[in-house]
């Protein structure tokens, strides 16, 4: 079932407007929803990946839980995560890996 993104909307409707069409109906209503070029789960392991290589953490909590609902487990954050230390840096796996324990523990 996809559920129906309103967060651009909701935190810059007013203030970018186009962004927020951009974010809500193109990013997350068709390129996620696209289920046959990509499950959700392969996609939710790409973004993830591709948020800690630029180290853009803020917006990697909201993704690190939609991985988990996705089906990425524990043992899998935790190779994926490792595994791309080598080559982005150890401090982005750090701060990578304080926020995946936050999500993956929580109950």
């Known amino acids: 079932m996809t559920v129906?993104?309103?967060?651009?909307?909701?935190q810059l409707g007013d203030f970018a407007p186009q962004f927020a069409h951009?974010?809500?109906?193109?990013?997350?209503?068709?390129?996620?929803?696209?289920?046959?070029?990509?499950?959700?789960?392969?996609?939710?392991?790409l973004t993830v990946t591709s948020l800690i290589t630029k180290g853009a953490f803020?917006?990697?909590?909201y993704h690190l839980q939609t991985a988990k609902k996705n089906g990425i487990s524990k043992q899998?954050?935790?190779?994926?995560?490792?595994?791309?230390?080598?080559?982005?840096?150890?401090?982005?796996?750090?701060?990578?890996?304080?926020?995946?324990?936050q999500v993956w523990l929580e109950k």
């Not at 951009?22 to 392991?45: K, Y």
């Not at 995560?81 to 990578?96: E, K, R």
């Open 58 to 61: 803020a917006q990697l909590p």
């Open 76 to 101: 899998e954050i935790s190779a994926v995560i490792t595994q791309l230390a080598f080559y982005v840096g150890w401090p982005n796996a750090w701060s990578a890996f304080n926020l995946a324990k």
């Open 4 to 10: 129906k993104q309103t967060a651009g909307r909701e």
């Open 22 to 45: 951009f974010n809500d109906d193109v990013l997350f209503g068709e390129v996620w929803a696209d289920e046959e070029s990509l499950s959700a789960r392969d996609r939710s392991l």
